[in-house]
């Protein structure tokens, strides 16, 4: 009961602390996020121009697949910077989607 107490007086001061502080906002923190994410940015790209000859029902490489991709990262920058027959082989992607590929494996091709 005692400790119930003690909580519950707890979290009404952090509440009105809050509220006194109204006035005094801190200031907002500016990250600069550099690091290349596989979910947001590495598989749409994946998916918009590889999957359509390298998905799960193959007889490619499954790119669209983690593990595989992962596994096959130094190929993958090798074909798509024209080192090899260049990838896709509609031609290569944009410098910019080059490079954001690069920079993830470069950054240990995370599931991030
Ligand atoms: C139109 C179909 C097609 C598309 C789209 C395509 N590929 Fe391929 N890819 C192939 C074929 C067919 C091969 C096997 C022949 C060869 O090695 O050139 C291949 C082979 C590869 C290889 C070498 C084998 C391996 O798995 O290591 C890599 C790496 C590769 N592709 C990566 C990619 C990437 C990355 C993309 C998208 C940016 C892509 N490909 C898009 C058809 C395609």
Redesign the pocket.
Known sequence: MKKTLLLISVVASLFTSCLSDKGDLPKPIVLSDTTVHYNWTIKP??FN??????GSAG???D?TNFTTLQA?TT??V???TGQ??I????GP?SSG?IGL?KTWVKQGALPN
């Open positions: 790209i994946i121009n590889c999957a359509s000859c390298h007889p490619q490489s790119l096959d190929n993958v090798l074909r798509i090899g027959a990838m896709p082989q509609s992607l989607d590929i």
